[in-house]
């Protein structure tokens, strides 16, 4: 069982920055994938970074040279740093967990791979 509990959502003006956290609670050992997603009204959701229990980082095209996925040593808390914010960066950002052990990291980015995360945060981007 992982429990995940985001925070530091907020609004912000483009070219602006945030940091997003995760407390995870549980089963460290068992966090094979850990990934920060989003969903914009009337869109699917995306998977925007995964952190690889081997330290490999994935991210989805749009955001990288922008955001960066990291984690404390203790595992407990997982970031994403959003820097050069664009309004099409506004949604609600969720922390997942995957657990599966057999799921290839080239599906890093799919909510499938996951099976456990948090009730959201809102990010707003302003122009």
């Known amino acids: 069982q992982v429990q995940l509990v985001e925070s530091g959502g907020g609004s912000v003006q483009a070219g602006g920055s945030l940091r997003l956290s995760c407390a995870a609670s549980?089963?460290?050992?068992?966090?094979?994938?850990m990934g920060w997603f989003r969903q914009a009204p009337g869109k699917e959701r995306e998977g925007v970074a995964a952190?690889?229990?081997?330290?490999?980082?994935i991210y989805v095209d749009s955001v990288k040279g922008r955001f960066t996925i990291s984690q404390t040593n203790d595992k407990n808390t997982l970031y994403l740093q959003m820097n050069s914010l664009k309004p099409e960066d506004t949604a609600m950002y969720y922390c997942?967990?995957?657990?599966?052990?057999?799921?290839?990291?080239?599906?890093?980015?799919?909510?499938?791979?996951?099976?456990?995360w948090g009730q959201g945060t809102q990010v707003t981007v302003s122009s």
């Open positions: 997942a967990a995957g657990t599966n052990r057999y799921i290839d990291y080239a599906y890093a980015l799919r909510s499938w791979a996951y099976g456990y």
């Open positions: 549980g089963n460290t050992y068992s966090r094979y994938l």
């Open positions: 952190l690889c229990k081997d330290g490999r980082t």
